[in-house]
Nanobody, 123 residues
């Protein structure tokens, strides 16, 4: 089973940027669809972004479109999430997820998950 470990979270002021990394081990993610989700206290888990292995096509939640960018480096077995112009409503635990088979915006379509990294945006 593939293990995912997120890193790069932290505290940032509104308008700032953070870059998250998701390092995979125990198997390759080169041929798997990957995604980022987030969950704030008292809220449901929310889709953020996803990237396919076939051609690297991406899709984003409307709330982050134009601000966040998902990418991957298969040689490093790593997925990234560049987050710009962060706002307080972006505060959440961010999770990396792997091996979606069909519906990349649905958490229940992913087979393995990281433990999450906290992102806090102050106003």
């Amino acid at each position: 089973q593939v293990q995912l470990v997120e890193s790069g979270g932290g505290l940032v002021q509104a308008g700032g940027s953070l870059s998250l990394s998701c390092a995979a081990s125990g198997g390759t993610i080169a041929t798997t669809n990957m995604g980022w989700f987030r969950q704030a206290p008292g809220k449901e888990r929310e889709f953020v972004a996803a990237i396919r292995w076939t051609g690297g096509s991406t899709n984003y939640a409307d709330s982050v479109k134009g601000r966040f960018t998902i990418s991957r480096d298969n040689a490093k077995n790593t997925v990234y999430l560049q987050m710009n112009n962060l706002q307080p409503e972006d505060t959440a635990v961010y999770y990396c997820a792997g091996d979606s088979r069909r519906w990349l915006n649905r958490a229940d379509d992913y087979y393995y998950w990281g433990q999450g990294t906290q992102v806090t945006v102050s106003s």
